[in-house]
């Protein structure tokens, strides 16, 4: 008896470090998608970014909200990845020329440490965090309308403040999304994806958020 539980546990401790595996597989394969999205931007006429932008807003509305997306979510990631990293192109040329080569690339290790940090709080810190996702799914809701709105308005209070709601957002997002993979709520394509999403959203708002201040 003792024995088939400990070969059960052993089973599932295997199988849970498998499923991790191909977590970090799938988050390195959506920032390779996001590259040659990223690499593809520079050729894309500045009047497609308006439309791209509409069309990207569309597909996390519809993904939020509609359960028949689950039906094509591999197709939906990969399309959201690479149609974001073309939209981060001159986004990312706009900081590097606004705060230097050293800020810029400090700034994004300050995003990657922050990560890492809230990552080890949520799987090794804390029990159970899936009390979290309510209020963040409504925060994010929230902040995905105000960032489109944002689109259209040249008002940095109304940024700053985006800015640093989002970083706080999604660094709450990545504290919950490592508490599921600790917990084994998960698979592994979709969390690849979540934690993807997470990372960069970071990076792009603490360098929104260094431009705005050193503005």
Not at 50 to 70: D, H, N
Not at 143 to 169: E, K, Q, R
């Amino acid at each position: 008896m003792s024995y088939e539980h400990n070969y059960g546990t052993y089973q599932e401790i295997e199988s849970r470090g498998s499923s991790i595996r191909k977590t970090w597989l799938y988050f390195l394969y959506y920032w390779v998608i996001f590259g040659i999205g990223t690499y593809l931007g520079q050729f894309v006429p500045p009047a497609l970014y308006l439309p791209i932008t509409i069309g990207v807003f569309a597909m996390i509305m519809i993904s939020l909200f509609t359960k028949s997306s689950r039906k094509f979510g591999g197709l939906i990631s990969n399309l959201f990845a690479f149609l974001i990293g073309i939209l981060s192109y001159t986004s990312f040329m706009y900081y590097l020329g606004t705060l230097g080569t050293q800020a810029f690339y400090g700034n994004i290790a300050l995003a990657i440490g922050a990560f890492a940090a809230f990552g080890v709080l949520g799987y090794f810190m804390i029990d159970n965090a899936a009390g979290l996702g309510k209020y963040l799914f409504v925060t994010l809701v929230a902040l995905v309308i105000a960032s489109f709105i944002g689109i259209f308005l040249n008002n940095p209070i109304f940024h700053t403040i985006i800015s640093v709601i989002g970083i706080g957002l999604f660094l709450l997002y990545t504290v919950y999304d490592f508490n599921r993979m600790k917990r084994g709520q998960f698979s592994p394509r979709e969390m690849g994806f979540n934690l993807f999403i997470n990372l960069l959203n970071i990076i792009m708002h603490i360098l929104r958020l260094a431009s705005i201040l050193r503005d």
